[in-house]
């Protein structure tokens, strides 16, 4: 059972990518139907992946993705100015000294855009070698989101949002190379699970998933695959070494349907492991859930998904694209998916670290979900975005109520000026009362002197 991509068969020379934009759907048959449960049997401890990738000698079916030399965006990406992440940077947390994985197609290493923090060559999948190579374009994209470098001219003012850190590229995917009898593609829960027990390992303290592995909830429950078992088992590792995974919450298409709120047919892995995994989903620029995005009960946070820009993601590409060439023939196509909005997520992880070493993954994780700006919903999240879109600076502040053992206080109800009066404040009784004496004796004593007027008068009268 592997890895698959929805149907487009995806990058193609020239700037191109899957349609899918990376949501990676995991085929297979229907399990019978069960009664479906929320989240996921309990573990088997005994089901453990290895920590080194297993290979598929899967043939190249396509060329690797070629570069635009040159090209530029002379704007500002909307994402970047919504976020507002460059903030940080101001303040010196950049991500500098830190290791985040990106479990994905590779990443182009030669992109110069990428040179600050660096790229580690991890495992790869892949027969072709290195996990700084990618046919795709996919994880050099999710790469830069995490990690590019300033713009030194400053036309641009792109950056990512951790452009200090060190990309750790592990090559588990490819929608290029695939078996002649299964028309499966390379990568499986199994060495998802490898990937990353071997991220942990290699010092990485986040993990970017931006791949998902849909199945029906009825057969992700039952566990009978190894595989579910293993990458279960691997991010629950990865949370007790305190490294903070974050997935994307899936693309709709193909076998990843969409969820209905509160009623879940579909789950989403790794995202369906939601305690010990940061789940993102995606928003547009209107600040509205894409309608691609996959709901769901372990959906945390979400994040910009839809006409960004991004770093050139073809090889010997050194510039920045708005578009990409998807679908069959090629045609050029925003760069939209959930994907894209969880990099923005595993950047702000980092930070998070950077300023706050002594947390815990899961005061990281708990950081970026209380921050988040949360919607109308039942405790301030639904099952389409979440908590809400991230709010960068908001998670760098100094104290987070939730981490000190408090309750947020609630939201104090409007009332009319007259229920204002706080209690046992005597002295500010006594004053109101003796002002509202005052006013009472001095209407009395009007009264009785209009009147006593008014009885000479009368008196006058009758003399006459």
């Known amino acids: 059972m592997g890895f698959k991509h929805s149907p487009s068969r995806g990058a193609r020379r020239g700037l191109a990518l899957c349609a899918a934009v990376g949501v990676l759907g995991l085929g297979g048959p229907m399990a019978p139907a069960l009664a479906q449960q929320v989240g996921p049997p309990d573990l088997d401890p005994s089901k453990v992946a290895g920590s080194s990738l297993s290979q598929q000698n899967f043939p190249q079916k396509q060329g690797c993705m070629n570069g635009s030399p040159g090209s530029t965006i002379p704007e500002k990406p909307w994402s970047q100015l919504v976020l507002g992440y460059e903030r940080a940077h101001q303040l010196g947390l950049t991500g500098a000294g830190s290791k985040v994985a990106v479990i994905d197609t590779g990443v182009n290493a030669d992109q110069p855009k990428l040179g600050s923090g660096g790229v580690e060559s991890g495992g790869t999948a892949i027969p072709d070698g290195r996990g700084t190579n990618d046919c795709d374009g996919h994880g050099t994209i999710v790469a830069g989101i995490i990690g590019a470098d300033p713009d030194p001219t400053g036309e641009t003012g792109y950056v990512g949002v951790a452009p200090d850190a060190t990309i750790l590229s592990i090559r588990q995917t490819s929608n290029l190379f695939v078996d002649d009898q299964t028309n499966a593609t390379v990568g499986t829960t199994e060495t998802m699970a490898q990937a990353i027990n071997m991220a942990v390992d290699r010092g990485a303290k986040v993990i970017n998933i931006s791949q998902s592995s849909c199945q029906p909830v009825a057969q992700a429950s039952q566990y009978g695959n190894w595989g579910n078992q293993m990458l279960h088992n691997a991010v629950k590792r990865a949370y007790n070494r305190n490294v903070v995974v974050v997935a994307a919450a899936g693309n709709v298409g193909g076998n990843c349907q969409k969820n209905s709120p509160g009623s879940p047919s579909t789950a989403v892995l790794p995202a369906w492991f939601d305690d010990e995994v940061l789940t993102v989903a995606s928003l547009n620029q209107q600040g509205a859930p894409s309608e691609f995005t996959v709901p769901g009960p372990w959906v945390d ?58 947390l815990s993954a899961g005061q990281v994780m708990d950081r970026i979900k209380t921050t988040a700006l949360h919607p109308g919903g039942v405790n301030g999240r639904n099952d389409i975005v979440g908590y809400g879109m991230i ?74």
């Open 391 to 464: 709010d960068p600076m908001a998670a760098l502040q100094d104290v987070v109520p939730a981490e000190h053992g408090k309750q947020e206080p609630p939201k104090k109800p409007t009332h009319l000026a007259a229920d204002a009066l706080q209690q046992k404040d005597f002295p500010a009784i006594i004053v109101a009362i003796g002002g509202a004496g005052a006013g009472i004796a001095g209407i009395v004593f009007t009264a009785f002197l209009a009147n006593a007027v008014r009885n000479v008068r009368a008196r006058a009268r009758q003399n006459r």
């Open 301 to 358: 946070v979400a994040a910009p998904g839809e006409n960004l820009i991004a770093i050139d993601p073809g090889q010997r590409g050194d510039g920045l694209v708005s578009q990409i060439a998807e679908g069959e023939q090629g045609q050029m196509g925003p760069i939209q998916g959930t994907s894209f909005a969880a990099p923005y997520v595993s950047g702000l992880a980092l930070l998070i670290q950077q300023k706050h070493p002594e």
